[in-house]
Nanobody, 123 residues
Framework: QVQLVESGGGLVQAVGSLRLSCAAS????????MGWFRQAPGKEREFVAA????????YYTDSVKGRFTISRDNAKNTVYLHMNSLKPEDTAVYYC????????????????WGQGTQVTVSS
């Protein structure tokens, strides 16, 4: 069983920055690929970024490329999402997720989810 706890969300003005963290309670964090997803009101949950087990491969949805960076620290059992140049359309609840196999873009492939953290970007 993997427990995930996100933190770092909040209210920020457009073009500002935030860093989200997701702490995992699991002995073998390095065995899990990790993903960040987001869900805005009235919309489906969408893929934001993912990282493989070693941290050597990362993936992003087009709308955040060049602005967001996913990283992980396996010694701290934590995955991060660094968000720069934030836009109002980035407003959503952000979730981290873990999977034993691969850093998928499809949320249905992930086994474990955090409770989410709200990010609100004002114009």
């Amino acid at each position: 069983q993997v427990q995930l706890v996100e933190s770092g969300g909040g209210l920020v003005q457009a073009v500002g920055s935030l860093r989200l963290s997701c702490a995992a309670s699991v002995r073998t964090f390095s065995n899990y690929a990790m993903g960040w997803f987001r869900q805005a009101p009235g919309k489906e949950r969408e893929f934001v970024a993912a990282i493989n087990q070693s941290g050597g491969s990362t993936y992003y949805t087009d709308s955040v490329k060049g602005r967001f960076t996913i990283s992980r620290d396996n010694a701290k059992n934590t995955v991060y999402l660094h968000m720069n140049s934030l836009k109002p359309e980035d407003t959503a609840v952000y979730y981290c997720a873990a999977d034993r196999l691969a850093p998928y873009g499809d949320p249905r492939q992930y086994d474990y989810w955090g409770q989410g953290t709200q990010v609100t970007v004002s114009s």
